[in-house]
């Protein structure tokens, strides 16, 4: 009967700590989704400051050097940069795997452009599949690297046919 009754506890108490780790687990990759989708958000207004905040390794590299530009441009953000951010109009973290020692992360996300090209008078878009390498630095996550793995076109003609893939 003892045996019986201290089965019953190791069982309850096991499974209540693989849930609750399970649902850590679920909130931590919740809070890496909300993060990317923030930096993305933060980019689209050009506000490269709170971006650089966001990151770090390479990733804050990039954004100093492009504050550094923008300073030297007297506070002026060059077209090409405002252009690219605003034809993102949409973002969809797809798959967040963290690593064995809750340091290190991999969030896979579509980013979505769309864009009217004048010479073709086609609408295009690009949805571009890139993998985030997140780190925890002192108990907050942070985008360490980033890198494309993916990219597909598709062309929508004036004639509103349906979206074809072009490889």
Do not use: P
Request: glycine share 4%; proline share 0%.
């Amino acid at each position: 009967m003892k045996l019986i009754v201290s089965l019953c506890i190791i069982i309850s108490v096991s499974t209540g700590y693989l849930y609750s780790a399970a649902m850590d687990k679920e909130l931590e990759e919740k809070k890496i989704a909300r993060l990317i989708e923030r930096f993305v958000d933060v980019c689209k207004k050009s506000n490269f400051k709170e971006a650089s905040k966001l990151t770090t390794g390479k990733e804050k590299k990039i954004f100093s050097s492009m504050l550094k530009d923008i300073k030297r441009r007297n506070g002026m953000i060059t077209k090409e940069m405002r252009y690219y951010f605003q034809r993102l109009r949409e973002v969809k973290v797809d798959v967040v795997k963290i690593g064995k020692s809750e340091k290190k992360a991999v969030a896979i996300c579509t980013l979505e452009f769309r864009y009217f090209d004048s010479k073709s008078r086609d609408e295009i878009r690009k949805d571009r599949e890139v993998y985030y390498l997140l780190l925890r630095i002192k108990g907050k996550w942070k985008i360490s690297n980033s890198k494309l793995y993916r990219e597909r076109t598709y062309y929508r003609t004036k004639t509103h046919r349906k979206w074809r893939r072009k490889g």
